[in-house]
């Protein structure tokens, strides 16, 4: 894992020495909170006697930022000198408020027309960024069209020697000749990240399961000047002839795939000068013929998709990398932000980085090498048959920390509330193929099997929003979904696709027939029951200096169609926790977590932010909210006042802000 020079430098000039100040009690002045994703702050003031007594500050409507309400509501927004910085709406709007009122300083926003439109990445986004030398504030954002742009923090006006008049187009720079970039299919739900006066910015694509074609933009990394906007380096995810890891690839298929971008957001170890980023699939989701390659004598393939990337900050120069998954055909794209550790292993101080995963596992690994901190072994995993697929034949397998959740499926994750309901989960079940975690995809047939049954699901396990860290008690805190889907491959129709498999499952032959038990995809179920056993989404505490799970509760209340379903009248189900893209966050003395989707409570219709005790998941008080939690949440201190804020949102409730504090 040496370093290497798959890096094409532009110039260096104005590209300052220093770094971002750290940041200053109270202020919450990144996306996670800091450069390392720790979602953790030292304050104490809201603890488990006074949670319950939250009251609401204000609240922040979304409706009128857009041309139409937002109803997946996903920022996270900062707080730095008393006001806090957010994006909202469906034009993906920026917005300074007054942390203590919720008064409106400024608003900005830019008419895009059919690049907008046409954004494989639309709505609010999930964040921005924030910089400042001292003299200087900037608000650093992305379009819905890729384009990056920043503002005056005091006045919401765009910086006019940034770029051109406060612009840069990320469509242009992206060393992809002979690709028509303005219609390029690329963008970004996530906040760059800024890191000694560079902006690093990734690409985000359409959902791969049924790509239009095996050639599609390719997701670039590059570093900007935080006060030009000029570029500075530009990383290669798929590399170019000459370039390492070009020998892990076929060489047409390296010129013609695309995707590998780093969707998601990244961490930095500004001592380090490094920025570290997880890097997704190419094309494809779950088919991967047209993207065969492989380097002899090591498992590696396709660098460097599904890999954990360290760069160096100021010269995009790589580092170390780690490819968690070898020619995937799970969609087990790595989703959030690494985190950084600083842990005594085995008597031992170790600078560590904890990436979390969609398939349930934390990798981590030293932080300046890339070497594992805990064995990752290399496993023989299921040879499948799809036709024209090449498989890898081993799997990375981390040996610790254990898994945070279920892996693959077995009849014993299924359904078990009454043993009629077991009975008729095994017989949907028997549809379908069962397996480990790793078990490929099949071509889908009506007659079985329609699929390859999946735990976690494709979306995981984690996702975009991530696990936080207290550095104080070497705590790893994270949220997952429980949910169980099937992978199946059909030939797509009507010249949809140049691939020559996408996702989907077979028709019934029988075109008067009624739908078949279970349904298919994500729909899997019994009577509208879940197909697995509860619980269905959880919270897991780890700790990181041992390697060991520390505890694991359900997150949420039991659904309406659980608690109200009449095969389980009379039957006492205890808390099965309740799906969603749910954050946490950590404080002092407190693990804070909305819960996800609506549900009916004794408050009303509506959701639960939720505490619990850091050190054993007991509950530790709720607070009602009206709609579930979509973003995730953060909390600040202005005037020695302690303020939790959480964006909601939900089918049929527009996008709010909701920000707490104690009552008076």
């Given at each position: 894992m040496g370093a290497g020079a798959l890096v094409t430098m532009i110039g260096l000039a104005g590209v300052s020495p220093r770094g971002q100040m750290a940041p200053k009690a109270g202020e919450w002045p990144t996306y996670s909170g800091d450069l390392a994703a720790t979602r953790y702050s030292p304050l104490e003031q809201i603890n488990a006697t006074n949670f319950s007594k939250l009251q609401l500050a204000f609240r922040f409507k979304t409706d009128n930022l857009g041309p139409r309400p937002e109803f997946q509501y996903q920022a996270t927004p900062l707080m730095v000198n008393g006001r806090l910085f957010t994006t909202a709406g469906t034009r993906r709007a920026v917005v300074s408020l007054d942390a203590t009122t919720g008064e409106m300083k400024w608003m900005h926003s830019i008419e895009e027309g059919k690049r907008g439109e046409a954004a494989p990445r639309q709505l609010s986004g999930r964040g921005l960024s924030y910089w400042s030398d001292g003299k200087d504030e900037r608000i650093i954002y992305v379009t819905p069209g890729y384009q990056m742009i920043a503002l005056d923090a005091k006045t919401g006006l765009p910086v006019k020697n940034f770029g051109t008049d406060g612009i840069v187009d990320l469509k242009t720079g992206l060393d992809q000749e002979g690709l028509d970039l303005t219609t390029a299919e690329i963008g970004l739900h996530a906040a760059p990240i800024i890191s000694k006066d560079v902006i690093v910015i990734g690409a985000a694509h359409r959902e791969g399961g049924a790509p239009k074609s095996k050639t599609n933009v390719k997701g670039f990394i590059r570093g900007f000047d935080v006060r030009t906007g000029k570029r500075i380096w530009i990383f290669h995810t798929i590399p170019m002839k000459g370039e390492t890891g070009y020998d892990t690839w076929d060489p047409d298929a390296a010129a013609y795939t695309g995707n590998a971008g780093v969707w998601a957001q990244m961490s930095a170890d500004e001592e380090l000068g490094i920025v570290y980023m997880p890097v997704e699939l190419p094309t494809g989701d779950y088919y991967g013929g047209h993207r065969g390659g492989k380097k002899k004598g090591t498992a590696e393939t396709s660098l460097f998709s599904e890999t954990l990337l360290a760069l160096d900050i100021?010269?995009?120069?790589?580092?170390?990398?780690?490819?968690?998954?070898?020619?995937?055909?799970?969609?087990?794209?790595?989703?959030?932000?690494?985190?950084?550790?600083?842990?005594?292993?085995?008597?031992?101080?170790?600078?560590?980085?904890?990436?979390?995963?969609?398939?349930?596992?934390?990798?981590?690994?030293?932080?300046?090498?890339?070497?594992?901190?805990?064995?990752?072994?290399?496993?023989?995993?299921?040879?499948?048959?799809?036709?024209?697929?090449?498989?890898?034949?081993?799997?990375?397998?981390?040996?610790?920390?254990?898994?945070?959740?279920?892996?693959?499926?077995?009849?014993?994750?299924?359904?078990?509330?009454?043993?009629?309901?077991?009975?008729?989960?095994?017989?949907?079940?028997?549809?379908?193929?069962?397996?480990?975690?790793?078990?490929?995809?099949?071509?889908?047939?009506?007659?079985?099997?329609?699929?390859?049954?999946?735990?976690?699901?494709?979306?995981?396990?984690?996702?975009?929003?991530?696990?936080?860290?207290?550095?104080?008690?070497?705590?790893?805190?994270?949220?997952?979904?429980?949910?169980?889907?099937?992978?199946?491959?059909?030939?797509?129709?009507?010249?949809?696709?140049?691939?020559?498999?996408?996702?989907?499952?077979?028709?019934?032959?029988?075109?008067?027939?009624?739908?078949?038990?279970?349904?298919?995809?994500?729909?899997?179920?019994?009577?509208?029951?879940?197909?697995?056993?509860?619980?269905?989404?959880?919270?897991?505490?780890?700790?990181?200096?041992?390697?060991?799970?520390?505890?694991?509760?359900?997150?949420?209340?039991?659904?309406?169609?659980?608690?109200?379903?009449?095969?389980?009248?009379?039957?006492?189900?205890?808390?099965?926790?309740?799906?969603?893209?749910?954050?946490?966050?950590?404080?002092?003395?407190?693990?804070?977590?909305?819960?996800?989707?609506?549900?009916?409570?004794?408050?009303?219709?509506?959701?639960?932010?939720?505490?619990?005790?850091?050190?054993?998941?007991?509950?530790?008080?709720q607070v009602f909210m009206p709609a579930p939690q979509t973003g995730s949440p953060m909390t600040y201190m202005v005037n020695g006042v302690q303020y939790i804020a959480v964006a909601v949102s939900g089918p049929g409730f527009a996008g709010e802000l909701l920000v707490y504090k104690l009552g008076t």
């Open positions: 100021k010269t995009g120069q790589r580092k170390w990398h780690y490819q968690l998954v070898h020619h995937g055909i799970w969609d087990h794209d790595i989703p959030c932000a690494p985190i950084l550790m600083d842990l005594v292993v085995d008597g031992k101080p170790v600078k560590a980085v904890a990436q979390p995963t969609k398939q349930n596992w934390l990798y981590v690994f030293d932080r300046v090498t890339g070497k594992p901190v805990w064995p990752i072994e290399e496993r023989p995993v299921e040879k499948g048959n799809v036709p024209g697929e090449w498989y890898s034949p081993t799997q990375p397998f981390v040996t610790k920390p254990p898994a945070y959740e279920r892996q693959g499926v077995t009849v014993n994750d299924l359904l078990d509330f009454t043993p009629e309901l077991r009975a008729e989960g095994e017989k949907v079940a028997s549809m379908y193929k069962m397996g480990p975690i790793f078990t490929p995809p099949v071509v889908s047939k009506w007659e079985g099997p329609r699929g390859t049954l999946m735990i976690p699901e494709v979306t995981g396990g984690a996702n975009w929003q991530g696990g936080s860290f207290d550095p104080d008690t070497k705590r790893f805190y994270i949220f997952t979904n429980v949910a169980i889907t099937s992978l199946s491959l059909t030939q797509p129709e009507n010249n949809a696709s140049d691939m020559l498999y996408v996702r989907g499952i077979a028709r019934n032959p029988d075109p008067t027939a009624k739908p078949a038990p279970g349904g298919g995809g994500g729909g899997l179920a019994v009577r509208g029951l879940p197909l697995i056993k509860p619980p269905y989404a959880t919270i897991t505490a780890i700790d990181m200096n041992k390697g060991e799970q520390l505890w694991r509760i359900p997150h949420g209340d039991t659904p309406d169609n659980i608690k109200n379903h009449p095969a389980l009248k009379g039957l006492t189900i205890p808390r099965t926790g309740r799906a969603g893209r749910i954050g946490v966050l950590t404080t002092k003395t407190l693990l804070i977590a909305g819960e996800g989707g609506f549900a009916t409570t004794p408050d009303g219709r509506g959701a639960y932010l939720r505490a619990y005790d850091k050190a054993t998941g007991a509950d530790a008080g």
